[in-house]
């Protein structure tokens, strides 16, 4: 009978774990110890893996094993064959089998973590305030910012939520269908409760063809939570210099890219001023770059109240003061606790 040592996983958190389980499995003798190869885990059945993106590298974490064992097998349930060029990977398994004296298990598959397909042909980046003037004026455009106002003025404040650009390039496949009012965890909002205001600016044409944000018309109406088919969605096409805007309840994603060109955008979101912001405002920027930055802007990140008692400093001065103290602004009329 042989014995497989298996589910070691391969998060970075259990490295530890995992040497000293290979080890002993070498000492009693078994047949072999099997990795899973992700780069990136996705949701498995529900459930989202903590540190899911917090992974060494499956092979290179093998010939590690393999300086630390003498007979083991050690292998892979499974590799994903479209993560590598076959050239290479045939080329680490050979190494590997080579210096490990034949040590080597190959197991092979598809892939299914959506999270990691995505991760290889769509690429994100945040940050903009502290990166890009020109997206300082986005984020502040005077449109965009008075619809925003008007769709959330039944918080008594709002404040930005997220900003990213984002690269959809050639094989991209299509996201998922979803809302952005996910973001807090599922909570159930009062009906007709909008958290967030969306747009997604065209720095490229969008296509159908090249993946223009895909939405289903009038789904912010509906009640509950919801799935959708591509099929049931539409594609925002637009030409570069366009902006679509739109609310948290809207369903949506973006196509798929079948052409051979990036298709280019800004995602820049706001929401409520009492919740929590997706990107972190506060530790994103800089404080040489906050001390450059107009106080309408600051206010927008959050250096303001988020609601009539919410965010103030010092027993009830204006958080402004952390990184502006001459943009203060008395605040009156306190409750005395």
Not at 62 to 81: D, F, H, M, N, R
Not at 146 to 166: D, F, N, P, R
Request: charge should be negative.
């Amino acid at each position: 009978m042989k014995f497989f040592l298996g589910g070691l996983g391969n998060l970075y958190a259990n490295m530890e774990t995992i040497t000293e389980a290979v080890i002993e499995a070498d000492r009693l003798g078994f047949q072999g110890a099997l990795m899973p190869d992700h780069y990136m885990w996705g949701e498995m059945r529900g459930h989202k893996m903590p540190n899911a993106y917090s992974t060494l590298e499956t092979w290179t974490t093998l010939t590690y094993l393999a300086g630390k064992t003498e007979q083991i097998s050690l292998g892979t349930l499974v590799t994903p064959l479209p993560f590598r060029p076959p050239a290479m990977l045939a080329k680490m398994l050979s190494t590997l089998d080579i210096l490990s004296g034949g040590r080597v298990i190959l197991g092979v598959g598809a892939g299914w973590s959506k999270d990691e397909f995505d991760g290889f042909e769509t690429r994100r980046a945040g940050t903009l305030i502290a990166r890009s003037p020109k997206a300082r004026e986005i984020i502040m455009n005077p449109s965009v910012l008075g619809v925003t106002a008007k769709l959330l003025s039944h918080a008594e404040a709002y404040q930005l939520h997220l900003t990213e650009s984002v690269w959809v390039g050639p094989g991209s496949t299509a996201q998922e269908i979803h809302k952005d009012q996910e973001d807090f965890e599922g909570f159930c909002f009062p009906k007709k409760y909008g958290t967030i205001v969306a747009t997604i600016w065209a720095l490229t044409d969008f296509t159908e063809a090249n993946g223009a944000t895909r939405v289903v018309p009038g789904s912010q109406k509906l009640e509950g939570d919801r799935k959708f088919s591509l099929e049931e969605s539409e594609p925002a096409e637009m030409e570069a210099g366009s902006v679509l805007l739109f609310t948290g309840q809207l369903y949506h994603g973006a196509g798929a890219n079948v052409t051979d060109s990036i298709r280019e955008s800004l995602a820049i979101m706001y929401t409520v001023g009492w919740l929590r912001q997706e990107e972190n405002q506060y530790l994103c920027v800089p404080m040489e770059t906050l001390r450059q930055l107009p106080e309408d802007l600051l206010r927008l990140m959050g250096y303001s109240l988020g609601g009539e008692l919410l965010g103030f400093v010092d027993g009830g001065r204006d958080p402004i003061i952390a990184v502006r103290p001459e943009f203060e602004k008395p605040i009156s009329d306190w409750a005395e606790d």
